[in-house]
């Protein structure tokens, strides 16, 4: 049985990252009425080491602070100090990280310590690391602050780690915002939008160039401490994309899914409803993502992305995948392609 949590388990740790985010919002003058509003708990309690709270409530306060303060800038503010982070040992491995390979392997292994509202996913193919972001627990709304947030935190990290700004290009899947000067600034200029997916791309000679703060010893004693630590579950729309992601060619369906993760197929309608989201439309999000890597990295044709995804024959797979992204394959294929 894959095990999981939700939306509602306690979860995060209240005295980390949601409380670098009441700190910061409280800099800038906003009320704690409003930054808690909507949280049902005290403000104590995110100054308690030992309190965790729901990603829900991390999600409200997020959306009081980003409301209350009313600025483009502040989910690239709130990125700047998210990582190396203060998450005991594995912050203490990701601060001595030899080189970017080391610290993209490290975030997206316990990335739900390190960044519990997006799962960071690496893949590096033909001469190009990808680093894309996928929802955790559903919030559609917040999505592009969450997005800018993490990827200022990964592009300050490797800053300062490495003690130089890397060349990272950035793809958005949302349409060009009317901040995009704050993307400039704290991401650089390498900007395309309506992509279909959050991700950020590095050309991989970067991966293993040594960091001057790197340390070999450090960052093994780190890890050793932080394998003695209880692993944090992955939430129910991570372990789901995990599971669709190693079927991707055999799409399992619900029913055996349901069967797979323990419940009955209404307990898992129910459950993935919580997080805003449906099986169809997890199954749909990693055919998708699939496909988008199969077309940049591989120069797939759409004969050879229908085959691999299991469909009939192209033209099916040309429907499906209009109906996921709004755009033809060739359309979309020769824009990641440019």
Same mark, same amino acid.
């Given at each position: 049985m894959?095990?999981?949590?939700?939306?509602? #388990?306690?979860?995060? +740790?209240?005295?980390?990252q949601?409380?670098? @985010?009441? #700190?910061y919002?409280?800099?800038?003058?906003?009320?704690?009425? +409003?930054?808690?509003?909507?949280?049902?708990?005290?403000?104590?309690v %995110?100054?308690d080491? +030992? !309190?965790?709270?729901?990603?829900?409530?991390?999600?409200?306060?997020?959306?009081?602070t980003l409301?209350?303060?009313?600025?483009?800038?502040?989910?690239?503010?709130?990125?700047?100090h998210?990582?190396?982070?203060h998450?005991?040992?594995i !912050?203490?491995?990701?601060?001595h @990280?030899?080189n970017?390979?080391?610290?993209?392997e490290?975030?997206?292994a316990?990335?739900?310590?390190?960044?519990?509202?997006?799962?960071?996913?690496?893949?590096e193919?033909?001469?190009?690391?990808?680093?894309?972001?996928?929802?955790?627990?559903?919030?559609p709304?917040l999505?592009?602050?969450l997005v800018?947030?993490?990827?200022?935190?990964? /592009?300050?990290?490797?800053?300062w780690?490495?003690?130089?700004?890397?060349p990272w290009?950035?793809?958005?899947?949302?349409?060009?915002?009317?901040?995009?000067?704050?993307?400039?600034?704290? %991401?650089?200029?390498?900007?395309?939008?309506?992509?279909? %997916?959050d991700?950020?791309?590095?050309?991989?000679?970067?991966?293993?160039?040594p960091?001057?703060? &790197?340390?070999?010893?450090? $960052?093994?004693?780190a %890890?050793?401490n932080?394998?003695?630590?209880? $692993?944090a579950?992955p939430?129910?729309? #991570?372990?789901?994309?995990?599971?669709?992601?190693?079927?991707?060619?055999?799409?399992?369906?619900q029913?055996?899914? $349901?069967a797979?993760?323990g419940?009955s197929? $209404?307990?898992?309608?129910?459950?993935?409803?919580?997080? &805003?989201?449906?099986?169809?439309?997890?199954?749909?999000? /990693?055919?998708?993502?699939?496909?988008?890597?199969?077309?940049? !990295?591989?120069r797939?044709?759409?004969?050879? /992305?229908?085959?691999?995804?299991?469909?009939?024959d192209a033209?099916?797979?040309?429907?499906?995948f209009?109906?996921w992204?709004?755009?033809?394959p060739?359309?979309?294929?020769? +824009?990641?392609?440019?």
């Amino acid at each position: 049985m894959i095990a999981f949590h939700t939306i509602g #388990d306690a979860c995060i +740790a209240a005295g980390q990252q949601p409380a670098l @985010a009441l #700190d910061y919002a409280r800099s800038r003058e906003a009320a704690d009425s +409003a930054l808690l509003r909507g949280l049902w708990l005290d403000a104590s309690v %995110l100054s308690d080491p +030992a !309190s965790m709270i729901t990603p829900g409530q991390y999600h409200q306060l997020l959306a009081n602070t980003l409301r209350a303060l009313n600025s483009s800038d502040t989910s690239f503010m709130l990125g700047q100090h998210l990582l190396p982070g203060h998450n005991g040992a594995i !912050s203490h491995a990701l601060l001595h @990280a030899q080189n970017l390979r080391q610290a993209l392997e490290l975030l997206t292994a316990w990335h739900a310590r390190l960044t519990p509202l997006l799962c960071p996913r690496l893949r590096e193919e033909n001469g190009i690391a990808v680093l894309y972001w996928v929802d955790s627990y559903g919030a559609p709304s917040l999505l592009p602050a969450l997005v800018e947030m993490h990827m200022t935190a990964v /592009v300050a990290m490797c800053r300062w780690l490495g003690g130089e700004r890397l060349p990272w290009r950035f793809c958005f899947n949302r349409a060009s915002p009317s901040h995009v000067e704050q993307h400039e600034v704290h %991401l650089g200029s390498e900007l395309r939008f309506n992509c279909h %997916l959050d991700a950020m791309l590095i050309d991989a000679a970067w991966l293993d160039r040594p960091w001057p703060r &790197g340390n070999a010893v450090a $960052a093994s004693v780190a %890890l050793r401490n932080a394998a003695g630590e209880t $692993a944090a579950l992955p939430s129910l729309p #991570d372990a789901m994309y995990n599971y669709l992601l190693e079927r991707v060619r055999r799409a399992p369906s619900q029913e055996q899914a $349901a069967a797979d993760f323990g419940a009955s197929p $209404a307990t898992l309608k129910r459950y993935l409803s919580r997080h &805003g989201t449906h099986f169809q439309a997890e199954l749909d999000q /990693v055919r998708t993502h699939v496909a988008l890597h199969l077309f940049h !990295s591989r120069r797939a044709d759409n004969e050879a /992305v229908a085959q691999y995804l299991g469909f009939h024959d192209a033209t099916n797979f040309r429907r499906s995948f209009k109906r996921w992204t709004g755009k033809t394959p060739a359309l979309l294929r020769d +824009a990641l392609l440019a």
